[in-house]
Nanobody, 118 residues
Framework: QVQLVESVGGLVQAGTSLTLSCEAS????????MAWYRQPPGKEREWVGT???????YFRDSVKGRFTISKDNAKNTIYLHMNNLKPEDTAIYYC????????????WGQGTQVTVSS
């Protein structure tokens, strides 16, 4: 199974920016898609955004216009660029490799904490 390693998050102030990375243990050139999820304190994990193998991106409404996802095939890495962060963005962030074959073949990163102070 593919290993995914996320960068360390951090404590940031509202209105600032932060970029998370997620490095895969193998090539991501031919992936179906990779995604970012997050789990706010006391809540269920929620989808944040997806980047397909072709580079198309999709986002949940609450982060549209503030978050972007990019990928560097040469580094087997995707990035979550978060701008204008809000306290409600506080969560543990996870990256996921979506195999397109079902959960059994998907991979998850270990999660990284992002805390946004007001």
């Amino acid at each position: 199974q593919v290993q995914l390693v996320e960068s360390v998050g951090g404590l940031v102030q509202a209105g600032t920016s932060l970029t998370l990375s997620c490095e895969a243990s193998r090539s991501i050139v031919n992936i179906n898609a990779m995604a970012w999820y997050r789990q706010p304190p006391g809540k269920e994990r929620e989808w944040v955004g997806t980047i397909t193998g072709a580079g198309t991106t999709y986002f949940r409404d609450s982060v549209k216009g503030r978050f972007t996802i990019s990928k560097d095939n040469a580094k087997n890495t995707i990035y979550l660029h978060m701008n204008n962060l809000k306290p409600e963005d506080t969560a543990i962030y996870y990256c996921k490799l979506d195999s397109g074959l079902g959960e059994r073949y998907d991979s998850w990163g270990q999660g990284t904490q992002v805390t946004v102070s007001s």
